[in-house]
C-alpha cells in the first residue's frame, strides 16, 4: 500500500528526494514517518509529520538538512534529504501510522518496500 522510491548512489554533500506513494489509503488521515535502517543498525526514527502536517519532528541527526513534506492531491510524501553525508547511508522506510505523530515504529501499521540510500564520500 505503500511504495518508496528515488534511493540511489550520491557523494557527500549530495541531495535526493525520497517519495512514497500511498495506495488503498488517504495521506490526509495518518500520520506520517520516515525510518531507516543503517548496515548492522536497528531501525530508526528520521521523521514524523501529523496528518495535514500540522507537526514535524527530526531526528537530531537530520534536522537542517532533511525535510518532509506531503501532496494530499497525489497521496504522497517526499523526504527531502540535502547536505548528504556517509552516515546517512541506509535504506529509508515510509510508514502511516492512525496515530498521532511518532518517533516509534511500533505505532506505524504501514509500511513501503524500501529504498536504498548510498553516500559515498
Known amino acids: 500500500q505503500l511504495q518508496a522510491s528515488g534511493g540511489g548512489l550520491v557523494q557527500a554533500g549530495d541531495s535526493l528526494r525520497l517519495s512514497c506513494a500511498a495506495s488503498g489509503l488517504t495521506f490526509s488521515r495518518y500520520s506520517l514517518g520516515w525510518f531507516r535502517q543503517r548496515p548492522g543498525k536497528e531501525r530508526e526514527f528520521v521523521v514524523s509529520m501529523s496528518r495535514f502536517g500540522s507537526s514535524v519532528r527530526y531526528a537530531d541527526s537530520v534536522k537542517g538538512r532533511f525535510t518532509i513534506s506531503g501532496d494530499n492531491a497525489k497521496n504522497t510524501a517526499y523526504l527531502q534529504m540535502n547536505s548528504l553525508k556517509p552516515d546517512d547511508t541506509a535504506v529509508y522506510y515510509c510508514?502511516?501510522?492512525?496515530?498521532?505523530?511518532?518517533?516509534?515504529?511500533?505505532?506505524?501499521?504501514?509500511w513501503g518496500q524500501g529504498t536504498l540510500v548510498t553516500v559515498s564520500s
Open positions: 510508514a502511516a501510522a492512525q496515530a498521532g505523530i511518532s518517533n516509534d515504529y511500533n505505532d506505524y501499521a504501514y
